[in-house]
Nanobody
């Protein structure tokens, strides 16, 4: 089992940057694929980005490609989301999630139901 705690959210202006972090506690962090999802008011939760257990592979949702970068440090049990060129449409509650990968190769989950553990979220608000 793993516990996840997000941090780094805040209120910024359009065009600014933010770096979200997710700290994981528990065993075998390096065995989990990690993802970021977001949920805006009145909308369903949507996939943002994910990174494989090894950190070798990443995948991004189209709206954030070229602006967001996901990374992880398995020695520190953290996963980060660097968000650049933020837009008002990026306003949402951002959650990190963990999926037990067990050293799976060639696949990174992007669907909400595939993730086993979730953090409580951190709010990002981008003003125009």
């Amino acid at each position: 089992q793993v516990q996840l705690v997000e941090s780094g959210g805040g209120l910024v202006q359009a065009g600014d940057s933010l770096r979200l972090s997710c700290a994981a506690s528990g065993r075998a962090f390096s065995s989990y694929d990690m993802g970021w999802f977001r949920q805006a008011p009145g909308k369903e939760r949507e996939f943002v980005a994910a990174i494989s257990w090894s950190g070798s592979n990443t995948v991004y949702a189209d709206p954030v490609k070229g602006r967001f970068t996901i990374s992880r440090d398995n020695a520190k049990n953290t996963v980060n989301l660097q968000m650049n060129s933020l837009k008002p449409d990026d306003t949402a509650d951002y959650h990190c999630a963990a999926d037990w990968a067990n050293f799976r190769l060639g696949y990174i989950p992007t669907a909400e139901y595939e993730y086993d553990y979730w953090g409580q979220g951190t709010q990002v608000t981008v003003s125009s």
